[in-house]
């Protein structure tokens, strides 16, 4: 199949285009210039794989918890070819994302995600199956729901950062990951075809992100308007 994927989450966008079973991928970590390069990346992207967007048989990217710009702007690239072409879209919640790779793991998977310091998104799997919703929480919370006599993998982007706190907090859970992590667009192609194949609903045009929390302007917000 032909596809574009975008794994936009986090600062590090990531674009891949896949013609059959060549893939092409191009990352960039730069932060606030996404909006700049999403669009570049993902002509490069198509143009390298020898792809036009009416070739796309359909496109995947993160559906959120992660970062409130380059959530809209992945989400409202790939609605843009929806538009465009009748491309369906295929939006997958990022930790489930992240987890993907080790669905097969007789540990308790934790799917991690960075949020602000010493925060994170997060989410518990075992044998590929979600224990709990998305969350935001503090190192110090996310362990108090860790049984100290369980192994934990933790996956995703913030899994480094996460174990090397949790070294620092407390030598009694046993967490541990592994690097350099999965191939996130691979993963999005994988489970954007079990959607297909298992007759999934594509995105609607009035879906949006999965946001955990409030973005700091709307916390700000509240602030101001509680103080008047």
């Known amino acids: 199949m032909n596809a574009l994927s975008i794994d936009c989450a986090v600062s590090e966008l990531t674009v891949a285009a896949k013609k059959d079973r060549q893939t ?18 993902i002509d490069y992207v198509m143009k390298e ?18 970062t409130f710009t380059g959530l809209r702007l992945g989400l409202s690239a790939l609605k843009a070819l929806t538009l465009a072409n009748n491309t369906p879209l ?11 790779p080790y669905k097969s793991s007789n540990e308790i998977v934790l799917s991690v995600l960075e949020s602000k310091e010493d925060e994170f998104f997060h989410s518990f799997y075992k044998n590929g199956e979600k224990l709990r ?7 110090e919370e996310i362990l108090k729901q860790i049984d100290k006599e369980s ?23 046993r967490v541990h990951c592994y690097t350099p992590e999965n191939d996130a667009c691979k993963s ?13 609903e594509p995105l609607k045009d009035y879906d949006g992100p999965l946001y955990v929390r409030k973005s700091e302007a709307e916390i700000v917000l509240e602030k101001k308007n509680s103080q008047q």
Do not use: W
């Open 151 to 173: 192994s934990v993998l933790v996956c995703g982007p913030g899994a480094k950062t996460f174990v090397e706190r949790t070294s620092e907090i407390s030598q009694l859970h």
């Open 133 to 139: 919703a998305e969350e935001d929480a503090s190192i």
């Open 24 to 41: 092409v991928k191009l990352s960039l970590d730069i932060g606030m210039k996404q909006s700049e390069k999403i669009l570049p990346a």
């Open 90 to 100: 295929y939006a997958v919640p990022s930790l489930d994302l992240y987890a993907h």
């Open 49 to 66: 794989a020898g792809l036009t967007p009416s070739d796309l048989d359909y496109t995947t990217c993160t559906l959120g918890p992660g």
């Open 188 to 200: 999005l192609f994988e489970i954007a075809e079990e959607m297909i194949a298992n007759k999934k």
